[in-house]
């Protein structure tokens, strides 16, 4: 069978191992059933999962790599990192400089000559609309930390005019400003996740994947202040938006909530371990498994047919020549 289908990964924040768990068990579970993945859509935490998939990354390697505490002293917020963190936030109202968010994934992630359909959800504050960047190996670091930059956690992204694509110059009427700097913020601020500016295939199946029942982010006693405020910050909105998306497509869930003790610490945590991001990830595994055995998503039945082109964007062309700046 080659039934084609799209995921959505939405909101994870710090619990992105988690929401690896799931998408690994669910994709293998599609594999099953005679559906194949023809693109896949994320925003913030979801951002990195989806991209992960796309390159063939295997999520546990890379936590390897990224979970050392060189690594993760980049993305820290709080502790010995306060005065860093505050002298980040006055600069770009931002605890974390998003700059090394880009920098951590250009290092720790391998290099992919192919990526599969995929696209990363974020918000431009500059025109205060929704974008949809179409991921490639040359821009996937800095798109999907623009995917990623939750406001008060992470300062904007902020990337040139000029390179980016020309759909995305257009639909932000920035043709005339090449050389101007727009900046980009976590794609869970968008209202809903706008399909429409991802994929012109109308009949494709969508699977949109969620770990949340309720605002995450929340608890009576805030591991610290900075956490207090970055939890304000976190909302998840897509779960409001199911049945305007549902009236347009065929759209399945797969809502496998994360358990309370990881929202309350990791929502709105970064600085991840080698051992908590595995425990997140195995949890996460788990839990998808157990949830697709009991509760099996609703799914038109699996069907020969051409994997259509996903996409009706232009690819860039140019490469290497995008800038990135706080």
Same mark, same amino acid.
């Given at each position: ?63 390897s790599e990224a979970a050392t505490p060189t690594n993760m002293k980049a993305v820290k917020i709080g502790g010995t990192r306060s005065l860093h ?54 821009? $996937? ?8 930059? !939750?406001?008060?956690? !992470?300062?904007?992204?902020?990337? $040139? ?10 639909? !932000? ?58 939890? $304000? ?20 869930? !797969? ?13 709105? $945590? ?57």
């Open positions: 069978m080659n039934q084609p289908v799209g995921i959505l990964y939405a909101t994870a924040g710090g619990r992105y191992p988690f929401m690896a768990g799931v998408a690994d068990a669910l994709e293998a579970h599609l594999a099953t059933l005679g559906y194949s993945v023809a693109f896949r859509i994320g925003a913030s935490g979801g951002s990195i999962v989806a991209s992960m998939k796309a390159s063939g990354v295997n999520f546990l390697d890379w936590l963190n505050i002298k980040t936030y006055i600069q770009g109202r931002g605890f974390i400089d998003s700059n090394d968010l880009v920098d951590l994934l250009q290092r720790t992630l391998p290099d992919s000559p192919n990526i599969q359909p995929c696209y990363s959800v974020s918000w431009c504050v500059s025109s205060e609309q929704p974008v949809v960047f179409r991921l490639t190996p040359e821009n $996937r670091a800095s798109r999907v930390a623009a995917s990623c930059a !939750l406001p008060v956690g !992470l300062t904007s992204v902020k990337i $040139r005019n000029g390179d980016l694509e020309s759909r995305i110059q257009r639909q !932000l009427k920035l043709e005339e400003d090449p050389d101007g700097f727009s900046a980009f913020r976590d794609g869970g601020l968008c209202p809903g996740f706008p399909l429409d500016l991802v994929e012109g295939i109308k009949h494709i199946p969508v699977v949109v994947v969620t770990i949340d029942i309720r605002d995450p982010g929340t608890k009576e006693k805030p591991i610290s202040i900075f956490q207090s405020l970055l939890a $304000r910050q976190v909302r998840v909105k897509i779960l409001d938006n199911l049945n305007e998306i549902r009236s347009r497509r065929s759209l399945s869930v !797969l809502c496998v909530p994360a358990p309370s003790y990881i929202n309350s610490k990791f929502s709105a $945590r970064f600085d991840i371990t080698e051992a908590e991001g595995r425990s997140m990830y195995d949890t996460g595994h788990t839990l998808a498994r157990t949830h697709l055995f009991l509760h099996p998503i609703y799914l038109p039945i699996a069907v020969e047919v051409p994997t259509p082109e996903p996409i009706a964007v232009e690819v860039p062309a140019e490469a290497g020549s995008e800038q990135c700046v706080q």
